[in-house]
Structures are given as C-alpha cells and as structure tokens.
T-cell receptor, first 113, second 113 residues
Framework: NAGVTQTPKFQVLKTGQSMTLQCAQD?????MYWYRQDPGMGLRLIYY???????DKGEVPNGYNVSRLNKREFSLRLESAAPSQTSVYFC????????????FGQGTRLTVV | AQSVTQLDSHVSVSEGTPVLLRCNYSSSYSPSLFWYVQHPNKGLQLLLKYTSAATLVKGINGFEAEFKKSETSFHLTKPSAHMSDAAEYFCVPHSWGNTPLVFGKGTRLSVIA
C-alpha cells in the first residue's frame, strides 16, 4: 500500500519554464489537496479537490493550475515558474467523511532560479 | 468555523524532560482536533486526534493530549523528550472531508542532548 505518491521529489526550473507536479493516491479517497510549505509560514493551501470532477482555490492559488484527472490523481501545474514559487510542495488526500485524517506525500522540493 | 492558535512558534527542551506544546481553539461547538507531526524533510503524519469520544487522547511515540473545554485547549504533552521528537507539530481543526484542512505555522520542537 503506497499511500500518497508524489513525483518528482526534487526539481530545478529556470524562470519562465513550466512543469507539472504529479500526485496519486491508492486509498480511494475522495478529497485531495496541494499545499506549499515555506520557512516560518507553515502549510498554505494552494488548491483542493473535494471530489472527482471538482476543484477549488485555496489561500495561494495565483500562478498555479490543477487537474483532478480521476479519483486517484491530482496534478499541480506551474505555467510560468517564478522564483517566488521556490518551495516544498505537499499533496494530501483523505476520505470525505468527518474526522478522518489526511495522508501526505513525501513532498516535492522545487527551486526556481 | 473552527480555528486554532498555537501559542509557541518554537519550543526547546532537554532530552528526558517533559514536552508541552500548546494549542487553543475557538469554536462555537465541540470541535474535532488533530495533532500532526512533521519530521525534517518528511511529509506530515497524524500524531493523535480528538473526536469527543474521550478527553484524554493517546497518540504515537508516547504523546498524548487532553481536551479541556473550560480552557478551550488541546495541549500536546510527553513525559520525557527523546532526540527523535525534534520536529514541527501542527494543531489542526478538522471538518468534513469536502472542506480543506487549514494548517497554521506550527510549533518547532528542538530537543537538546
């Protein structure tokens, strides 16, 4: 049981380049999330998907797009990377019912130069 | 809506001494509250959760938390710190799976040998 798998684990981009961060979960969870973590800022929600076919903006959506490809997969795309997007990105998932815990991937460390 | 306040951004303890990480909540109804832990360069992991079944909740690695309605608190404690407890800790109010998890800035625990 792999849980939540993120790829890649590390990435270096040049300003203006695009890339997609992949996330897949094998727990049949309804909800999936993308967060970014910066020093001293905790985790901030970028986008989330409450169920297959729906996506909503979080606290810091600018510069990002998402796709809930199917129930398993939720990708995050940077269309034109900026140095301010240098961060560690975490994907998470959880079932749709109350009081259920979230499961996190190991993170993607992205550097934009 | 629920919200939490982690009162300390950084706590430093000596190995073998007690740990206290403070969390206060604000809610108009009985909340569900969770503690997550994030070890260096890792994803987040559920430590324990309160869902009104019992006010004293035991988690992994010897941690526990007591829900005190009169004090609107859910502080995390451990009798004796270990070096491996050095990590970031997040107190999080939970909700239905179709609404996003909101993380604060957390508390960084340092353990000194």
């Amino acid at each position: 049981n792999a849980g939540v798998t993120q790829t890649p684990k590390f990435q270096v981009l040049k300003t203006g380049q695009s890339m997609t961060l992949q996330c897949a979960q094998d727990m049949n969870h309804n909800s999936m999330y993308w967060y970014r973590q910066d020093p001293g800022m905790g985790l901030r929600l970028i986008y989330y998907s409450a169920s297959e076919g729906t996506t909503d903006k979080g606290e810091v959506p600018n510069g990002y797009n998402v796709s809930r490809l199917n129930k398993r997969e939720f990708s995050l795309r940077l269309e034109s990377a900026a140095p301010s997007q240098t961060s560690v990105y975490f994907c998470a998932s959880r079932p749709g019912s109350l009081n259920t815990e979230a499961f996190f991937g190991q993170g993607t460390r992205l550097t934009v130069v | 809506a629920q919200s939490v306040t982690q009162l300390d951004s950084h706590v430093s303890v000596s190995e073998g001494t007690p740990v206290l990480l403070r969390c206060n909540y604000s809610s108009s109804y009985s909340p569900s509250l969770f503690w997550y832990v994030q070890h260096p360069n890792k994803g987040l992991q559920l430590l324990l959760k309160y869902t009104s079944a019992a006010t004293l909740v035991k988690g992994i690695n010897g941690f526990e938390a007591e829900f005190k309605k009169s004090e609107t608190s859910f502080h995390l404690t451990k009798p004796s710190a270990h070096m491996s407890d050095a990590a970031e800790y997040f107190c999080v109010p939970h909700s239905w799976g179709n609404t996003p998890l909101v993380f604060g800035k957390g508390t960084r625990l340092s353990v000194i040998a």
